[in-house]
């Protein structure tokens, strides 16, 4: 990647991942209780939660996690791998756009692309986020579903009624979590619901294609946006681009979640005939076929059509008032910390090349009086010697 395209995306990539660092720390109790919220209604279903367990709404969500899972502390479980996560993700996310986009500018720039040399169009920055986000989701999606599960695993659990199984879940660590979906899933496992994030992924490219349009809008031709403006049109674009895609998060949220004996149930429920065959008699294209099936069962699209007809439209907006108001925040206090950031990285960097500029000459400016004071002391003698007096050492 050429340096003018490397310096400018590292500094967004580094900025973008400071706001969303210090976005997730303020939002963190919301996006807890609104992935509780998504599942509750499939974990019902599936027995692993009592009616009494439901929550009733976000605050209802928040209040009774505070109150029955230990206080402060409980709406923070999973905070670490998440922040791990949404920083990781957010880098990315820069780091893949600003190139992108500097090289779709470079190559209609190259082309005589005229006014198109500082914007895209439309169809263009919507591909170009989509890739972007693409690729990120792609190294990250391991670490969403370790973070989703801790979220849900006393949620999980609590329709049971097992306390030490409850504690147990609760200190599960990272790599326990990891073990555990290998075993339940493979290796494939822990990339469920990555099909969601790639719909997921016109997510921040409907988010940032309705900001700049806003801003284009809304902000004086010189000086952009201030602070306050930059909140509310980015927490605004946040939030409509949330409301399209929801249904997506709902399933994603489901399919991460989803215990090891649905797949199972399904089938049985589904009726089959497979109980006649043995596991050993099972032929190469029985096992290939049932792959294919369960690819295909697992696609993000059959799941949302799955939701919606068994539980109807309204299954596939659980929690969607808590999800808009986490993405109000989130987004707007995401890019308004980006923007100071940024700005504080930009002049850290002046600052540095500046420092660098002068760091040659400061360093001649000490040799050469180096080089003078070695030149004095060296003539010393010379000259004491005339005026007839003896140098030290001199003979």
Same mark, same amino acid.
């Given at each position: 990647?050429?340096?003018?395209?490397?310096?400018?995306?590292?500094?967004?990539?580094?900025?973008?991942?400071?706001?969303?660092?210090?976005?997730?720390?303020?939002?963190?109790?919301?996006?807890?209780?609104?992935? *509780?919220?998504?599942?509750?209604?499939?974990?019902?279903?599936?027995?692993?939660?009592?009616?009494?367990?439901?929550?009733?709404?976000?605050?209802?969500?928040?209040?009774?996690?505070?109150?029955?899972?230990?206080?402060?502390?409980?709406?923070?479980?999973?905070?670490?791998?998440?922040?791990?996560?949404?920083?990781?993700?957010?880098?990315?996310?820069?780091?893949?756009?600003?190139?992108?986009?500097?090289?779709?500018?470079?190559?209609?720039?190259?082309?005589?692309?005229?006014?198109?040399? *500082?914007? &895209?169009?439309?169809?263009?920055?919507?591909?170009?986020?989509?890739?972007?986000?693409?690729?990120?989701?792609?190294?990250?999606?391991?670490?969403?579903?370790?973070?989703?599960?801790?979220?849900?695993?006393?949620?999980?659990? !609590?329709?049971?009624?097992?306390?030490?199984?409850?504690?147990?879940? !609760?200190?599960?660590?990272?790599?326990?979590?990891? !073990?555990?979906?290998?075993?339940?899933?493979?290796?494939?496992?822990?990339?469920?619901?990555?099909?969601?994030?790639?719909?997921?992924? &016109?997510?921040?490219?409907?988010?940032?294609?309705?900001?700049?349009?806003? +801003?284009?809008?809304?902000?004086?031709?010189?000086?952009?946006?201030?602070?306050?403006?930059?909140?509310?049109?980015?927490?605004?674009?946040?939030?409509?681009?949330?409301?399209?895609?929801?249904?997506?998060?709902?399933?994603?949220?489901?399919?991460?979640?989803?215990?090891?004996?649905?797949?199972?149930? *399904?089938?049985?429920?589904?009726?089959?005939?497979?109980?006649?065959?043995? +596991?050993?008699?099972?032929?190469?294209?029985?096992?290939?076929?049932?792959?294919?099936?369960?690819?295909?069962?697992?696609?993000?699209?059959?799941?949302? &059509? *799955?939701?919606?007809?068994?539980?109807?439209?309204?299954?596939?907006?659980?929690?969607?008032?808590?999800?808009?108001?986490?993405?109000?925040?989130?987004?707007?206090?995401?890019?308004?910390?980006?923007?100071?950031?940024?700005?504080?990285?930009?002049? &850290?960097?002046?600052?540095?090349? +500046?420092?660098?500029?002068?760091?040659?000459?400061?360093?001649?400016?000490?040799?050469?009086?180096?080089?003078?004071?070695? +030149?004095?002391?060296?003539?010393?003698?010379?000259?004491?010697?005339?005026?007839?007096?003896?140098?030290?050492?001199?003979?």
């Amino acid at each position: 990647m050429p340096a003018t395209h490397l310096l400018p995306a590292i500094g967004h990539a580094v900025s973008g991942s400071a706001g969303t660092a210090i976005s997730t720390l303020a939002t963190y109790p919301l996006d807890l209780v609104n992935t *509780r919220l998504k599942v509750q209604r499939q974990l019902r279903r599936d027995g692993a939660l009592s009616a009494p367990d439901e929550y009733a709404g976000v605050l209802d969500a928040i209040r009774r996690v505070y109150a029955r899972e230990g206080g402060l502390a409980a709406l923070y479980v999973g905070l670490d791998s998440d922040l791990a996560k949404s920083a990781l993700d957010s880098f990315l996310f820069f780091l893949f756009y600003m190139w992108f986009r500097a090289r779709r500018l470079g190559s209609r720039a190259a082309s005589g692309g005229g006014s198109s040399r *500082r914007r &895209l169009p439309a169809w263009e920055e919507l591909a170009v986020g989509a890739a972007a986000g693409a690729c990120a989701r792609a190294l990250t999606t391991p670490v969403g579903n370790v973070v989703t599960r801790k979220q849900t695993a006393m949620l999980v659990n !609590r329709g049971g009624g097992e306390e030490a199984e409850l504690g147990r879940m !609760r200190s599960l660590s990272t790599g326990e979590i990891v !073990r555990a979906i290998r075993e339940e899933k493979g290796l494939r496992g822990l990339w469920a619901g990555y099909s969601a994030s790639l719909v997921l992924t &016109l997510n921040p490219s409907v988010t940032f294609f309705l900001q700049q349009a806003l +801003e284009k809008s809304a902000a004086p031709a010189e000086g952009g946006p201030g602070s306050g403006v930059t909140f509310l049109l980015a927490a605004v674009s946040k939030a409509v681009a949330t409301a399209l895609t929801y249904p997506f998060q709902v399933a994603k949220a489901r399919v991460q979640v989803s215990l090891p004996h649905e797949k199972e149930e *399904r089938k049985v429920a589904e009726g089959g005939d497979e109980e006649e065959g043995s +596991e050993t008699s099972r032929s190469a294209g029985k096992a290939v076929a049932d792959e294919i099936r369960s690819l295909a069962e697992d696609n993000i699209f059959a799941t949302v &059509l *799955r939701i919606g007809r068994s539980e109807g439209v309204g299954a596939l907006y659980d929690g969607v008032s808590g999800e808009l108001l986490k993405a109000f925040f989130n987004h707007g206090i995401t890019m308004l910390s980006k923007d100071i950031v940024h700005k504080l990285i930009v002049r &850290l960097y002046f600052v540095v090349l +500046e420092m660098m500029q002068r760091l040659p000459s400061a360093r001649s400016a000490l040799l050469r009086r180096a080089h003078h004071m070695a +030149e004095r002391v060296g003539k010393k003698p010379i000259t004491a010697s005339s005026n007839g007096t003896r140098a030290h050492g001199g003979i």
